[in-house]
């Protein structure tokens, strides 16, 4: 198993930028591809972003091409989302998930899955 801890949330203006990181402790973090998603009041959880186990290969939701760049430091134990030029329309609850598929591959339904982090809030002011 792997325990996920998200941190680096908060309130920025429209514009502005936030590094989100996230902690993983447990089983061998470089077991899993890893994916941010992120819940606005009211609507389903969506998928942002989503990296390989080796970092090799990224995916990301039209919305945020150009703004949002994911990383991972497989030595840390911790992957990273850069969000840049926020807008209003980004502020939710952002998550991290772990897939622990055998295969590198980045999936974006969120019930491939197993591990999730408890989330932190974006929220951006127009």
């Known amino acids: 198993q792997v325990q996920l801890v998200e941190s680096g949330g908060g309130l920025v203006q429209a514009g502005g930028s936030l590094r989100l990181s996230c902690a993983a402790s447990?089983?061998?973090?470089?077991?899993?591809?890893m994916g941010w998603f992120r819940q606005a009041p009211g609507k389903e959880r969506e998928f942002v972003v989503g990296?390989?186990?080796?970092?090799?290969?990224?995916a990301y939701v039209d919305s945020v091409k150009g703004r949002f760049t994911v990383s991972r430091d497989n030595a840390k134990n911790t992957v990273y989302l850069q969000m840049n030029s926020l807008k209003p329309e980004d502020t939710a609850v952002y998550y991290c998930a772990a897939d622990s598929s055998s295969i590198e591959y980045i999936v974006r339904g969120e019930s491939a899955y197993n591990y999730w982090g408890q989330g932190t809030q974006v929220t951006v002011s127009s």
């Open positions: 990296i390989t186990r080796s970092g090799g290969s990224t």
């Open positions: 447990g089983r061998t973090f470089s077991f899993y591809n």
